[in-house]
């Protein structure tokens, strides 16, 4: 045997076997290797000697095993390599230390000693029990030859890695990699089950509705067309596909208007809704509800759109119809207005000149008393004719809605004590006790003066015509727990049946024939009143204990949150003299009514010119100076407001118009043509001299009187 050259780092010529810096040196020197087949360590060969030094002083695992029985000899990294086995395995058996699973390396070392072949193993599965317990572990490991000084193998050297844990690591990655495979294989296919069943409801939808719907792309070319639009132009889908609307509709503009709003949508990427008008293949024209929606990738991009539309044909012609109905009904409710207008102008003008006489008459001082009492009788009888007419309107205006407030802080005791006064003269003529207890915190609202007297007039009315002699009518007024102002109108007249109460206040009612027949009437006036409360925001209701039990009316109105206590009293018009020898022009068709009428004024002081038509006053405006115009509004030739603007324009002159017109616009219209007051026939002739005072001693030319508005 040849012996290795000697190692300058050694005496005695053999190299030295490493001692300290690691247990396993520290262990393999203490060992009693002359109990083993290697003998003392003084006797090894420099070839074990240099393999072990190498091996102790690596820090990858390695483990040598020498001579025939393979005695086994390893560093500190791979202790955990054999686990329980350590430190036992030392200086054994190479079988013995790994006895089961040495059939599988047998065969490798076999490899190694007898023929000097390396072995190489990359994460080899073995079965190990180094902890107590059988375990998988995987290693990589090669098996080199180890050559004595004779040149032959006298044993091997281990390189082992284990990959255990990264095997293991590998494999739970594989596993869960697996297992999110099999999860998303499952989420893909309950959503492509999904889809299926998507695709196929929206496919039954689309194939069943009757309504169009639709696809485009960017240039407007069809990509789908559900069976309802294919019907409606006659089309199968090949002959549409890949197609534009003016492609493929006969209807060229229906086509053009079409593919307009396709590219508006497109262009703005906004949704939008149109009526589009589409030639049917049975050649009827039909009107479209179209939702046009952008289609977009999945970049956000505007590829196409996406529609639905409605065929409203049917519902377009029922709307048309519901409008030529309005109209309808319009037209005929302003003839229905006009109607009455004039109904109401024709029965007031053959009133205005008995009023007149009538009024010119009572002023005569030498007027017999049973001649005066006459001529009350007439004076009642034609203001009971005025105010049916008045209730006739109203009632109108008001289920049209046509009553327009004016409204003002009103003073509603006041209100109330003027209108107590002005029915007391009935009242005592009836022997009725008036009973007046006006206590409510404020007793002022927010409300229109004239409709509010027209209101609680109609209500004293009725007490006093309904209460017999001798009777008891109490009005009161105290505040609500709310802070509103409650009225009440306490009769002890004939009362009302219950089975009256509910329809109270209907058009026409009024009880029994008797009632009727008894107090005579048109049954409105508590249609108006209800009418003017509700309008105010406030409430009406009635209550008897029946027949001859008499009648409670209650008003609640909303009370000004912080009242006018301290606001001044409206002071009435000073009158003063000087009106006489004004020039007036009088202008009316009606030949009773103007001679009456002039006869009156030259009786006040007036000095009346006259005219029966538009031209024949135009020219006397030409021709004279005058103080005041006086002038009916329907007039044969045209109306009396082109008579006042030629008057202010040429004279700068005041007017009062005197008209059977008296509706608010017929009121509005005289005022805005510069009339200063809207007189309503018949006029009582006191209220006609007040009113001629009033505006003639009036600074300035402009309208004074649109407080009529709300009368």
Excluded at 78 to 95: C, F, I, M, T, Y
Excluded at 670 to 680: K, V
Aim: hydrophobic share 40%; charged share 25%.
């Amino acid at each position: 045997m040849q012996t290795s050259p000697t190692n300058p780092r050694t005496s005695g010529g053999n190299p030295p076997v490493a001692k300290a810096g690691t247990d396993m040196a520290a262990r393999v020197h203490r060992f009693d290797w002359s109990r083993t087949a290697l003998g003392p360590m003084e006797s090894w060969p420099a070839s074990l000697r240099v393999a072990v030094d190498l091996c102790l002083n690596n820090r990858f695992p390695m483990h040598v095993w020498w001579g025939p029985k393979l005695i086994n000899i390893y560093n500190d990294a791979h202790v955990p390599v054999l686990g329980k086995r350590h430190p036992d395995a030392l200086g054994q058996p190479a079988r013995d230390v790994w006895a089961e699973v040495w059939h599988l390396l047998a065969p490798q070392v076999e490899a190694v000693m007898q023929r000097g072949q390396s072995t190489w193993n990359e994460q080899a599965q073995v079965k190990l029990e180094r902890n107590g317990f059988a375990e998988d572990a995987w290693f990589t490991w090669s098996y080199s030859p180890i050559h004595d000084e004779a040149g032959h193998v006298g044993g091997l050297i281990c390189v082992a890695t284990e990959d255990t844990a990264r095997v293991l690591a590998e494999r739970e990655r594989d596993a869960l990699e697996e297992q999110r495979q099999h999860q998303r294989a499952l989420e893909r296919a309950r959503a492509e089950e999904a889809l299926r069943d998507s695709n196929t409801l929206l496919r039954g939808i689309s194939d069943s509705t009757g309504d169009v719907i639709f696809a485009k792309d960017r240039d407007g070319r069809m990509r789908f067309a559900n069976p309802a639009a294919l019907s409606v132009i006659g089309k199968t889908m090949g002959q549409i596909l890949g197609k534009t609307d003016d492609e493929f509709l006969d209807d060229k503009a229906a086509a053009q208007a079409a593919m307009t709003n396709d590219r508006h949508v497109m262009e703005t990427g906004i949704s939008a809704d149109f009526e589009e008008v589409v030639t049917a293949a049975d050649g009827t024209r039909r009107i479209w509800f179209s939702t046009k929606m952008p289609y977009r990738d999945a970049a956000g991009q505007v590829i196409g759109i996406l529609g639905i539309s409605r065929d409203i044909t049917k519902r377009k012609a029922i709307e048309e119809e519901a409008r030529r109905a309005k109209d309808a009904a319009e037209t005929a409710n302003k003839a229905k207005d006009r109607l009455l207008a004039v109904v109401s102008h024709e029965l007031r003008t053959p009133l205005n000149p008995i009023m007149a006489i009538t009024t010119h008459l009572q002023s005569r001082a030498d007027l017999p008393a049973d001649i005066q009492e006459d001529m009350n009788t007439i004076r009642r009888n034609v203001e009971q004719e005025a105010r049916i007419i008045d209730d006739l309107l109203n009632v109108t205006r008001l289920q049209r809605e046509k009553i327009i407030l004016h409204q003002e802080a009103v003073d509603l005791h006041a209100m109330l004590a003027m209108l107590v006064e002005q029915f007391s003269q009935r009242a005592v003529a009836k022997r009725i006790h008036w009973e007046l207890s006006l206590n409510a915190a404020s007793p002022y609202l927010w409300a229109d003066p004239g409709r509010m007297q027209q209101a609680f007039s109609n209500l004293l009315d009725n007490a006093v015509k309904f209460t017999p002699q001798n009777g008891r009518i109490t009005v009161r007024s105290d505040t609500t727990p709310n802070g509103k102002i409650r009225i009440e109108v306490t009769d002890t007249g004939i009362g009302i049946d219950p089975d009256v109460l509910p329809r109270l206040f209907a058009p026409f009612e009024q009880g029994k024939p008797s009632v009727t027949q008894r107090f005579g009437g048109l049954g409105l006036g508590l249609v108006i009143v209800k009418g003017i409360i509700d309008l105010h925001g406030g409430a009406i209701t009635a209550a008897s204990a029946g027949h001859d039990q008499g009648t409670t009316v209650v008003v609640e109105l909303n009370a000004l949150e912080h009242g006018l206590a301290d606001a001044p009293p409206a002071s009435s018009p000073h009158l003063e003299p000087g009106t006489i020898g004004k020039r007036i022009l009088l202008v009316e068709d009606h030949e009773d009514t103007l001679r009456i009428m002039r006869r009156v004024l030259a009786s006040l002081g007036y000095i009346a010119t006259t005219a029966t038509n538009v031209a024949e006053a135009l020219a006397r405006i030409e021709a004279e100076e005058f103080d005041l115009l006086v002038s009916d509004i329907g007039l044969p030739d045209g109306s009396g407001l082109d008579i006042m603007r030629a008057l202010r324009q040429r004279r700068g002159g005041k007017g009062i118009a005197l008209s059977g017109f008296g509706n608010d616009e017929d009121i509005r219209q005289s005022l805005d043509a510069g009339f200063a007051e809207h007189l309503i026939k018949p006029v009582d002739m006191r209220i006609l001299d007040s009113t001629l005072r009033r505006v003639a001693l009036s600074g300035g030319d402009g309208p004074t009187g649109k407080e009529l508005l709300s009368r």
